[in-house]
Nanobody, 123 residues
Framework: QVQLVESGGGLVQAGGSLRVSCAASGLTFSSYTMGWFRQAPGKEHEFVATMSWGGGRTYYADSVKGRFTISRDNAKNTVYLQMNSLRVEDTAVYYC????????????????WGQGTQVTVSS
């Protein structure tokens, strides 16, 4: 019943920008912390960013701090990740996820996951 659907991925040059989106359905969106994770080839899932239900609490991985911005529109049941100054090492499948408790940064704390959207940064 719960669905998280990412979109907006693609191929960009290093230094460029991209915004990925995640549309949620089947859950009370405003009751959940929403997070972004990514998985690069041959690597495990890596935390990227998270935002509490009201937007008052956010956290970013050090690797993206100052370059990426998470936002959410509860009226649209959508969370966004604006990615600027992209680097080749940002290449990964980006996933959104929902957590019912707290504002976590670890994979096991998130209950629902999207299918992912591919972001490829070329040199």
């Amino acid at each position: 019943q719960v669905q998280l659907v990412e979109s907006g991925g693609g191929l960009v040059q290093a230094g460029g920008s991209l915004r990925v989106s995640c549309a949620a359905s089947g859950l009370t969106f405003s009751s959940y912390t929403m997070g972004w994770f990514r998985q690069a080839p041959g690597k495990e899932h890596e935390f990227v960013a998270t935002m509490s239900w009201g937007g008052g609490r956010t956290y970013y991985a050090d690797s993206v701090k100052g370059r990426f911005t998470i936002s959410r529109d509860n009226a649209k049941n959508t969370v966004y990740l604006q990615m600027n100054s992209l680097r080749v090492e940002d290449t990964a499948v980006y996933y959104c996820a929902a957590a019912a408790r707290g504002v976590p940064v670890m994979v096991p704390e998130y209950e629902y996951w999207g299918q992912g959207t591919q972001v490829t940064v070329s040199s």
